[in-house]
Every structure is written in structure tokens, then in C-alpha cells.
T-cell receptor, first 113, second 115 residues
Framework: DGGITQSPKYLFRKEGQNVTLSCEQNLNHDAMYWYRQDPGQGLRLIYYSQIVNDFQKGDIAEGYSVSREKKESFPLTVTSAQKNPTAFYLC????????????FGEGSWLTVV | GENVEQHPSTLSVQEGDSAVIKCTYSDSASNYFPWYKQELGKGPQLIIDIRSNVGEKKDQRIAVTLNKTAKHFSLHITETQPEDSAVYFCAAPRGKGGGADGLTFGKGTHLIIQP
């Protein structure tokens, strides 16, 4: 079954702890993205990667880190430096050609208490 | 970078009526404009997109129009049904890469279909 798999779906963490969200795709897409969504808000880009072993900061990268060691995987770490980490996190991917459809995973809910 | 404004934030229509959601963008070089539908607790799904070489695109009850001069594009849903209730997002390329650098999204429109 092709698609983008995010895990876990729900995650609770204590303040001050780092947490890593997983994103795997089997669509053979080159580019992968992480977005953050807050209630009643649009999606904001955290990080993106167009090829393996390379990634760029998006619009709200502070307090987050990523890696892209494999084409199919793009994990996101929410560090203790992120001041308001509670949010819905969405992973996406596409082929690295202009105007290609960007597909989204089902999202991960992170709650920090 | 690109800035996308979306209106209205909430839209309530009677079942069977039409719904229109409008977006404006700031970068005249933008050339790709997708629309996504998001149901509660799920990831957004592409419902239709338009490229800057056409002014209108239709897919059954859904259509998108693009006015490059005015830098705005709109989503039109006709004969609305209860399953159309969701949050809709417009988007435009974030950089010069036509979307490869990611998309900039509007803040969303909560569409409510009244029975």
C-alpha cells in the first residue's frame, strides 16, 4: 500500500524532553517536508529536504531538527528549545519537479505537559 | 517570500447551494495553485489545482479560477453535499521552485453545509 506513514499518531511528553516523530514514504519521492498546524491556523513549514543528506530550514525551524539519511525517511526531532511544541505535525512529500502534487501523511498530535 | 490570504475563515451554506472561497497571493512569479481539503484529525488531501497557463479548471462539482493580473484564485463548489463539510486550504509555491521549496498556505476556510 503506497503512501506516507507518520508515527506515532498521538504522543505525550513532559516539558524539557526531546521527542522524535517518524515519517516514512514509499512513493519514491525526492522531496520531503515537515509542517506544523495549530488550531484554526494554516500550515507552516518547519524543514524540507529535496535530496538525501541535504535539508533546508523552513519558516519556523527554531527548536526543531531533522535528518535525511535515506530517501524514504525524514524524521523530525522537537527539542526542548521549542517554546510551544504542542501542535499537529504533518509530513509531506513530492517529486522534485516544479508544480508536482505534494501529498500529506495523516499527521501526529504532540502534546507537551 | 510568498504571502497567501484566504477568505472567509468560516462559510455556512445550505445543502445544494454553491460555495466560493477566495485567495490572494503576493508573488507574481507563482505558477501553481493547489487546493486541499482537510477533515478533522486527518492530513490535507489535494482536491484540485491550477497552473498559471490556464484561467479555469473543473472537476465535476469543483472548479478553480485564476486571475493572474489581480493575483487571486478561487475555489467553487456547486450542489454542496454534507460530505463537503471540512476545512479548505489554498496554497502557492513558497519560493521560485514552483513548489519544490514547499508551499505557503492560507489560514483555511471552515465550510459548514447546513441540511
Amino acid at each position: 500500500d503506497g503512501g506516507i506513514t507518520q508515527s506515532p499518531k498521538y504522543l505525550f511528553r513532559k516539558e524539557g524532553q526531546n521527542v522524535t516523530l517518524s515519517c516514512e514514504q514509499n512513493l519514491n519521492h525526492d522531496a520531503m517536508y515537515w509542517y506544523r498546524q495549530d488550531p484554526g491556523q494554516g500550515l507552516r513549514l518547519i524543514y524540507y529536504s529535496q535530496i538525501v543528506n541535504d535539508f533546508q530550514k523552513g519558516d519556523i525551524a527554531e527548536g526543531y531538527s531533522v535528518s535525511r539519511e535515506k530517501k524514504e525517511s525524514f524524521p523530525l526531532t522537537v527539542t526542548s528549545a521549542q517554546k510551544n511544541p504542542t501542535a499537529f505535525y504533518l509530513c509531506a512529500s513530492t517529486f522534485s519537479v516544479s508544480g508536482n502534487t505534494i501529498y500529506f501523511g495523516e499527521g501526529s498530535w504532540l502534546t507537551v505537559v | 517570500g510568498e504571502n497567501v490570504e484566504q477568505h472567509p475563515s468560516t462559510l455556512s451554506v445550505q445543502e445544494g447551494d454553491s460555495a466560493v472561497i477566495k485567495c490572494t497571493y503576493s508573488d507574481s512569479a507563482s505558477n501553481y495553485f493547489p487546493w486541499y481539503k482537510q477533515e478533522l484529525g486527518k492530513g490535507p488531501q489535494l482536491i484540485i489545482d491550477i497552473r498559471s497557463n490556464v484561467g479555469e479548471k473543473k472537476d465535476q462539482r469543483i472548479a478553480v479560477t485564476l486571475n493572474k493580473t489581480a493575483k487571486h484564485f478561487s475555489l467553487h463548489i456547486t450542489e454542496t453535499q454534507p460530505e463537503d463539510s471540512a476545512v479548505y486550504f489554498c496554497a502557492a509555491p513558497r519560493g521560485k521552485g514552483g513548489g519544490a521549496d514547499g508551499l505557503t498556505f492560507g489560514k483555511g476556510t471552515h465550510l459548514i453545509i447546513q441540511p
